[in-house]
């Protein structure tokens, strides 16, 4: 069994930066790609950022891409997501996800390749 648990959410002013963990249950972290989706109210969850099993690879929605980077410590067991210079319509419950073992381009980016999901931590932008 698979768990994922965030933590690091908050209220931050327009500008600011959040330091999104998530941490993973089971000796097989390292061999797959994790990623981090949002969900504002009222819109269908999206893709935010993902990272390939060894971290060498980074995928970004273009909404976040120069302020978001994702990162991962596979000795720790623990995918991490920066954020700054956050916006108002960063405003969201973030999850972390545990996608396939191997990816790249739309398949590491791809909601429905993600089968493990945490709790989510909201985030909240104010302007």
């Known amino acids: 069994q698979v768990q994922l648990v965030e933590s690091g959410g908050g209220l931050v002013q327009a500008g600011g930066s959040l330091r999104l963990s998530c941490a993973a249950s089971g000796r097989t972290f390292s061999t797959y790609a994790m990623g981090w989706f949002r969900q504002a109210p009222g819109k269908d969850r999206e893709f935010v950022a993902a990272?390939?099993?060894?971290?060498?690879?980074?995928y970004y929605a273009d909404s976040v891409k120069g302020r978001f980077t994702i990162s991962r410590d596979n000795a720790k067991n623990t995918v991490y997501l920066q954020m700054n210079s956050l916006k108002p319509e960063d405003t969201a419950v973030y999850y972390c996800?545990?996608?396939?073992?191997?990816?790249?381009?739309?398949?590491?980016?791809?909601?429905?390749?993600?089968?493990?999901w945490g709790q989510g931590t909201q985030v909240t932008v104010s302007s």
């Open positions: 996800a545990r996608g396939p073992a191997y990816c790249s381009g739309s398949v590491c980016t791809s909601r429905e390749r993600y089968n493990y």
């Open positions: 990272i390939t099993w060894s971290g060498s690879s980074t």
